[in-house]
T-cell receptor, first 116, second 112 residues
Framework: DVKVTQSSRYLVKRTGEKVFLECVQDMDHENMFWYRQDPGLGLRLIYFSYDVKMKEKGDIPEGYSVSREKKERFSLILESASTNQTSMYLC???????????????FGNGTRLTVT | QKEVEQNSGPLSVPEGAIASLNCTYSDRGSQSFFWYRQYSGKSPELIMS????GDKEDGRFTAQLNKASQYVSLLIRDSQPSDSATYLCAVNVGGGADGLTFGKGTHLIIQP
């Protein structure tokens, strides 16, 4: 079974703090993703990466950055946390991508971040 | 505009009946379609993937894809109370391989 591990289940941070959310997958997947999930808005893609040191913006990248120094690890960074970044953050990985198809996403358990 | 639409529900179905969940998408170029189940407070878990027109069955679950009409559905046979959850439809809108676009989910309640 694919295992995607997020470092924290719950996190409380102050406005203006720099926040790191860590994600590790153990199945040698090429692709990794960060989503946030909010009531009424669903899952929204923040950033994704399909190779080490590669990153691509998703639908809502503002206020976030990412780092992928190793294939198995994908970090989401909130440079200066704000209250509107209070959310459930979900990391996911997938095996492959080709020009037309996606393999399924496998999600971690999520990190519920509260910014006060 | 990437759009994946689902009826938010709640959809209430008696135990033992068939639950039918529907999803429409905006872009004809989409090629990969997935159904996820999400229990309250948990992360989404994959139920089915479907890439070609027609039906795909896995146990009590059947996914149906109609690209001409731009809809994908999920049927759950012999519904159980443990099937009560939010079901998310996910699509690679536009046919690209750059992440999936999720619908907002349908809340399904199976009544004992």
């Amino acid at each position: 079974d694919v295992k995607v591990t997020q470092s924290s289940r719950y996190l409380v941070k102050r406005t203006g703090e720099k926040v790191f959310l860590e994600c590790v997958q153990d199945m040698d997947h090429e692709n990794m993703f960060w989503y946030r999930q909010d009531p009424g808005l669903g899952l929204r893609l923040i950033y994704f990466s399909y190779d080490v040191k590669m990153k691509e913006k998703g639908d809502i990248p503002e206020g976030y950055s990412v780092s992928r120094e190793k294939k198995e690890r994908f970090s989401l960074i909130l440079e200066s946390a704000s209250t509107n970044q209070t959310s459930m953050y979900l990391c996911a990985s997938s095996l492959f991508r080709d020009s037309r198809h996606n393999s399924p996403l496998h999600f971690g358990n999520g990190t519920r971040l509260t910014v006060t | 505009q990437k759009e994946v639409e689902q009826n938010s529900g709640p959809l209430s179905v008696p135990e033992g009946a068939i639950a039918s969940l529907n999803c429409t998408y905006s872009d004809r170029g989409s090629q990969s379609f997935f159904w996820y189940r999400q229990y309250s407070g948990k992360s989404p878990e994959l139920i089915m993937s479907i890439y070609s027109n027609g039906d795909k069955e896995d146990g009590r679950f059947t996914a149906q894809l109609n690209k001409a009409s731009q809809y994908v559905s999920l049927l759950i046979r012999d519904s159980q109370p443990s099937d009560s959850a939010t079901y998310l439809c996910a699509v690679n809108v536009g046919g690209g391989a750059d992440g999936l676009t999720f619908g907002k989910g349908t809340h399904l309640i199976i009544q004992p």
